[in-house]
């Protein structure tokens, strides 16, 4: 979201002034965010250079596992599939106003439902992993609606109740990978079994597209790319997306104005954990795992494609450069490791960028607020958008 | 080993587990009454418990790693509280991120870093230790588990009986009518948010410099949601709440108890107890009455 510059001065040159120019209600979004984004990036190199590491030998070590090379970029990209495909939903949930934050959860519960009919089906052709990627998306997109009937029938909070079920969904997923009637691998003569199902048949795998010279594009990645602009397009040109930003935006208006209010907020709530659900199977059948459903398989994409949602504020295309750079973060990280730099640099620096991103829209129409005195009507309907979409 | 030894393993391991929770849940029943849902309970205890062992560790003093542990989530307290009830940024999201930068920071700083340990010494009531049953587990303990019995009545006090207990109950059911009165909302909510901070660091501390001794990368595991999920099942009153800590202190003992007792059964239900009953008491009873109505609302003047 660009800051509304009051009475932008024409030509480009003066433009960037005015964008300098500390004005009556404050600096604009994009310099306070990229103010917060100086910040984070000196804080975490502060944090390198305090424990003894060096930050220009981290950088390296990050851009050598991400980007160094085809091999290099092609895990990155692995990464951003199930990444992108959470933060899409994460979208969609907080648009209608719904904050759905138990994505870790829904994340287990596809790849449970995907691993399940796999497994049980084991048919060959194309047909099966199209079957897995459908189960996934139904199990997880319930798993999600039960927090939405939750909500509808006994009043129970959307966030609470989504976040308590994800502890739900690893046990449930414990459950199933500890008993051999679900999905415990098969005994092999006397081997010791471990918690984790059997392998995937290879019909049951998403297979990599394009033979570029070395990179390979997995199929999770063209379907994540696929729903961003689907609901891209779904929220900003359709009818419906247009409820359900008004759901988001006034609850009450949206009633009135004949929104079906418990439908639709129900909707986005399945839609995003179908999507987290898409991500689980994604997770489960490219080869960013070993292809087997193991209790910590999620390995927190639920958690931090919540994280890119909230870096792209809540748009879908934006969600696309911002899970590419958690990507870079994630398939880095194990480089750092080279450098005395623990990879757990990553997670701090991510925390950092998240609230380099969310903090500045809020101070921003804040700071405006204040200046107008909060007095005229006109200054605080201005700010409210600001302040809403930062939400969540 | 006999039923009686076995159960009083089980109570004794119950209580050591319960107590860290108990602190914690003092901590957010209070803030949760002042309307905030604070997700970074979770951090709070966290980084509590890094900062104790590493306090701990640099004085050879547990106690200053006590200490530490209080101003650690004390900090955790003002950061949250500024973000989300000074500048407005959603609490629910300060949180996620809190939660996110403490497990990174805490995790990072520990692989790179070792520390001696030290832990609280134990004390031991004469006569009553020597009750068959629960003597042992109630009256052998590390001494701040008798904070306890000055945390509880005080948080009960504070809430029920105390003005600003008063005022933070009414910002957290109608902050609009609170702030009508004179009652300055945020900065209530900034000063709960500041004692959970205090009673979270100090369950986090126990934890580390009580119970364990050294600092294990994510400790808490998730008990920052159970405790969480413990103030939903006591319906926001605090006995019913440390009921909950002590029902999901006893589950988790059970849990670690099953192998030795020779049971086959699954400990997923055990470990999914809390979350279950949490969400079991918000749908079957109607505790969602007697949730804060602001409870997680952020409060601007003005608007409705």
């Known amino acids: ?392 | 080993m006999s039923a009686a030894d076995n159960i009083s393993t089980i109570l004794s391991s119950g209580i050591r587990l319960t107590v860290p929770l108990a602190f914690a849940a003092c901590g957010e029943y209070l803030a949760e009454r002042a309307g905030t849902m604070n997700i970074s309970l979770e951090a709070m205890m966290l980084g509590a418990a890094f900062g104790s062992v590493a306090t701990a560790s640099a004085t050879g003093s547990a106690t200053a790693g006590l200490v530490a542990g209080v101003l650690i989530g004390l900090l955790i307290g003002l950061v949250h509280g500024n973000l989300a009830h000074r500048l407005e940024v959603n609490t629910f999201v300060v949180g996620l991120v809190l939660n996110a930068l403490v497990l990174g920071l805490t995790s990072y700083l520990i692989t790179i870093s070792s520390f001696d340990s030290h832990q609280v010494s134990q004390v031991s009531v004469p006569w009553l230790r020597d009750i068959p049953l629960i003597g042992h587990p109630l009256f052998v303990e590390r001494w701040p588990v008798y904070l306890l019995l000055l945390v509880v009545p005080l948080t009960w006090w504070l809430v029920e009986r105390s003005r600003w207990g008063l005022e933070l109950r009414a910002v957290g059911e109608q902050p609009q009518a609170a702030d009508v009165t004179g009652i300055r909302v945020n900065l209530r909510r900034r000063q709960a948010l500041l004692w959970c901070g205090a009673l979270a660091g100090l369950g986090g501390a126990y934890l580390a410099v009580g119970e364990v001794g050294s600092f294990n990368q994510n400790m808490t595991a998730g008990r920052g949601y159970i405790v969480i999920a413990a103030v939903i099942f006591g319906a926001w009153r605090l006995g019913r709440t440390l009921l909950g800590c002590v029902l999901f202190g006893l589950a988790d003992a059970m849990r670690l108890a099953l192998p030795a007792l020779g049971l086959t059964m699954n400990s997923q239900l055990l470990v999914v107890a809390p979350y279950l009953l949490a969400l079991v008491a918000m749908l079957v009873f109607t505790t969602r009455n007697r949730e804060p109505k602001s409870l997680g609302q952020p409060f601007v003047r003005g608007s409705t």
């Open chain 1, 1 to 392: 979201m660009t800051a509304p510059s009051t009475g932008a001065p024409p030509g480009t040159g003066r433009r960037l002034l005015g964008l300098l120019t500390p004005r009556p209600y404050g600096w604009p979004t994009p310099v306070a965010t990229a103010v917060g984004v100086v910040v984070a990036l000196a804080l975490s190199s502060a944090l390198i250079t305090l424990t003894g590491g060096s930050p220009s030998a981290s950088v390296q070590a990050l851009f050598q596992g991400s980007m160094a090379d085809w091999t290099a970029w092609s895990s990155t990209l692995l990464y951003a599939a199930p990444l992108l495909l959470v933060a899409v939903g994460a979208c969609v949930s907080a648009r209608s106003g719904s904050f759905n934050i138990g994505q870790e959860g829904q994340v287990l519960i596809g790849a449970l439902a995907a691993a399940w009919v796999g497994l049980r089906l084991a048919i060959n052709g194309p047909v099966l992993i199209v079957i897995m990627l459908l189960a996934a998306a139904l199990a997880a997109g319930a798993w999600a609606g039960l927090s939405s009937l939750m909500h509808r029938l006994r009043g129970v909070n959307v966030v609470v109740s989504t976040m308590l079920m994800t502890f739900v969904a690893q046990q449930v997923v414990a459950y199933a990978v500890n008993m051999p009637w679900l999905l415990q691998e098969s005994r092999v003569g006397n081997a010791p079994v471990s918690p984790q199902s059997n392998p995937l048949p290879p019909s049951g795998l998403l297979g990599s597209f394009g033979e570029y010279p070395g990179l390979q594009i997995n199929g999770g990645l063209i379907l994540a790319v696929a729903a961003a602009v689907v609901i891209a397009v779904a929220i900003t040109r359709t009818p419906w997306g247009f409820r359900l930003t008004m759901l988001g935006r006034n609850p009450l208006a949206a009633k009135h104005a004949g929104v079906r209010v418990n439908a639709l907020g129900g909707a986005a709530l399945a839609i995003s954990g179908a999507l987290a659900g898409l991500a689980g199977a994604v997770l489960l059948a490219s080869p960013v795992g070993v292809n087997r459903l193991q209790p910590g398989m999620a390995m927190n994409i639920g958690w931090d494609g919540l994280l890119v949602a909230l870096v792209a504020r809540n748009r879908p295309l934006a969600a696309m450069p911002v899970a590419l750079l958690f990507g870079v973060l994630r398939s880095g990280g194990g480089f750092l490791a080279a450098t005395g730099v623990p990879s757990f640099l990553v997670d701090v620096v991510k925390a950092l960028l998240v609230l380099a991103f969310v903090a500045p829209p809020v101070v921003v129409a804040l700071a405006r607020r204040r200046r107008s005195g909060g007095r005229t009507a006109g200054a605080r309907q201005e700010a409210a958008p600001v302040a809403e979409e930062a939400i969540a």
